[in-house]
Structure formats: structure tokens, C-alpha cells
């Protein structure tokens, strides 16, 4: 193992935190495609069977900042290897179940790996030197992205070419050979936060996450007019009211209110809440729209396997950038970048809005998506990580990743109410639906480009820490970017 004389190199470290990210980002849309097919062979309602996707995606959203607030006070490498493990037995037993019940519990389970992505971006920060932190963080953050656009494409040949078990028994394995690379190689943590765990904020966090999502999700089943809905986004309010009021109290709190109210913080995850709306609305949807009949007169009535493929060059476009995205950060600014891929994001909505009558006009569509997402992505977490102290790190960048999940359910919700809102004599959605739908999305992200407007920037051009380092001068903010980091004075 690593010792504190003699650490792991951080290339070594990098390769393990990104395959199991990976991991992690393939379990969150592999199940996307094959819902029908899991429905069929449990034997379950399709009302029952969302509740696959539902349960992972609630369990994700309340264990990804408590994993990253354990692992900054128990240490990372633990708590990395125990996420590792959660989300390893999770997908034994999803491959497992006999029924829809067993089938959710273990998504639950797989849910606690959310924590990988703030505690990798922790250890990134621990054990890269310093010119290298953002460009890793950008890397994996990509990742992210990158995993979940290829479950969609994967999905398809795995279950053609074995079934949809090995959805689960392949990333259980990758889990597994992570899980042991990181106890061999990954270094223990060199800084630990003092304090414990506030279990009343927690709860609370859970409990209006819960409310929250619920009522999101299945506001196209129950209508959003009526009872339950309404009532369980009231009971989201005023719980999420009385989580800040206890965080605020709370001498250990789970989520730090002053942390989350930096301007370099808070904006971002604005911009992050904006683009999980329509990074996971198009996940769920563009798959449902090119399956779609060609007696509709606008489907193309493709397989799961064709269907992925459109979203391929969005993944690919969406790494390859988000690797080049440090450069272009480092000559016009991490804002800069933010922006710029808001605008391109909005400009592959309208695409996707207008221009969708053949599968090369997707395929067009999908590519530009990912240039924008991937600028985007890439710049937003390592704008996040520099903008908060070093023991800070787990649970404001986990926060970033969760807000945009919950996006995802927010613009999945509004997007299953506007395309199904009128539909056909055959219960199939209208063309209408979708354009409408992909621009709404398109609305989204032009709103995440104001908000990215917001983001403070030194007069160098850069983001600027509001924190210091105990090595460097008073008086000076480090500055960060995805291409490197520099001294720079106070923000405007």
C-alpha cells in the first residue's frame, strides 16, 4: 500500500478514480432503454417499473453529499472503498431479483454509490500537484457525463447479445476490480475534518429530497393539480425551510449554508441545477422519441441498440472536449467556458427542437450537445472545487453533482407533462410534444447561460477562490482553472 513517505503516483491514483466513476455513471442509464423489457420479466406494471430508475435516483441524491461529508471527517480512501462495495452488492442483487420489490431495494443500495464522485474529486484534490488538480476534476466530471450517455448506447447489445442481468453483472465487476485497485493503490488521506456526523439534518435532507422527487416524478401519473402532488411539494418546502434552519444551528452541519452561499458556489450550482435538466430529460427521451412508430409519421420506429447510437456522438464529443476544455479555460477563463457551453447546449435543443426529421439531423443534434456539455461540465466542477477550502471539497462539489441530478428529475417530470400532454388516438405522443418538450429544454439552458453571467471572476478573467491556502499570503485567493491554477488578487 501507499505510505505518507512514499505515494502513489497520481497518474496511478487518476486511472483508478475514473474507471470507478465510470462504474458508478454506466448504473445511472443502463437501465434507461430496457425499462419495458425489465417490466415484461418481472412481471410488473410500467407505473411499478419507473420505480427502478425512481429509487436509484433518491438514494443517489440524499447519499451523495453524506458520503462526501463522512469521507472529509473518516477519511476518503475508506469511504471511497465502502461506496465501491454498496454499489458492487447493489448490482448482485439487482441481477438477482425475481421481483420488482427486490429489484428496487437493490437500486437503493446502488444509490449509495453516488458518494464516488465527491470523494474522488477529494482525493484529486489531496494528491495531484497543483498545476494538474482542475484538469483531473474536469476529466471526471466528464466522465460522468461521458458513462451515462454510453449505458444508453451499451444497453441495447448487452441485452441482445446475452440479457438485461448482465446490465448489472458487468459493472459489479468493474466495481469489484476498482474497489480492490483503489486498497492497493489509492493513497490514505493525508487531512481529516474534525467533528461528526449532524443525523438531524440528514434526515431532513432526505426527507424533503424525497418529497421533492416524488411528487416530480410522478406528477404525469397523478396530474400536478392534484392533491398529492401539491401536497408533497408543500411538505418539500417547508422541510427544505427547516434542513437550512438546522444546518445553520447545527455546530456539525452536513451541508455548510455559508459554503453554499459563495457567490463562485452557489451560481454554479444554479448552472448545474439548469443543465440536469436537460442533460437527463434528453436520456430518458430521445431514446423513446426515435423508438417511436413510423406510422406516426414522425418516428423512425428504431431498436434499443439504434437508438443508442444517437446519442454516441454526444459521448464522444462530450470526453473529448471536456479533455480540452483546460486549455481554452486557461486562455479566456473558466466563466467563459461555462457560458460557451450553455449557448452551444441551448443551440442542440433547437436542433433537436426543429430539425428532426432524419437520423443525420440527430446525430448533428447530439454531437453539438456534447461540445456544450462538455465545456460546461468540465469547467463548473473544477470552479467549484477551487472555490471552497480543501476540507470543504467532498460535500460542495457532491452538492454540485446532486443538484444536478435533481434537475434531471425536475426536467424529466416537465418534459413527460409537455410531451404527453395531447396525445394521438393511439395513446402514442404528438410530434408536437417533443418540439415543444426539446424547447422548453432549449429555454433551460439559455437560463443556465444568464445565471453562468453571474459566476465572479477576478480581473484576470478567472474564478477566484474566496479561500487560502495556509502556504500562501495574506491577501492573495488562489485562482483555479481547468488548465492549471495561479495567484491572483480579489474578486471584483
Known sequence: MASETR????QVTFAVLAASVSAYALLQSLVTPVLPT???SLHTSQN???WVLTAYLLSASIFTPIMGRVGDIVGKKPVFVATLVALAAGSLLAALATNVGVMIV?????GVGGGVLPLAFSIVREEFPREKMSGAVGAIASLVAVGGGLG???AGPIVNALDYHWLFWLPMILTILTAVATVLFVPASRTRT????SWAPALLLSAWLVALLVA???ASVWGWGSGKVIGLIVAAVVLAVAWVETERRSATPLIDMKMMSRPAVWTNNTVALLFGVGMYSVFAFLPEFVQTPKSTGYGFGSTITQSGLILLPMSVAMFLVGLGANSLAARIGGKTVVLLGSLISAVSMALLAFAHGATWELYIATAVMGVGFGLAFAAMSSLIVSAVPAEQTGVASGMNANIRTIGGSIGAALMASVVTSSPAADGLPREAGYTHGFAMLGVALLVGALAALLIPVSRR???VASSTEDNEPAGTALTAVPGGTVMSDTSE
Do not use: M
Not at 106 to 110: G, L, N
Not at 194 to 197: A, D, H
Open 216 to 218: 416530480l416524478s410522478q
Open 461 to 463: 478573467g478567472t474564478l
Open 194 to 197: 474534525e467533528g461528526r456526523i
Open 106 to 110: 437493490a437500486r437503493v443500495i446502488q
Open 152 to 154: 444508453i448506447v451499451l
Open 7 to 10: 505515494r502513489t503516483p497520481h
Open 48 to 50: 411499478t417499473v419507473t
Open 38 to 40: 425489465i417490466q415484461e
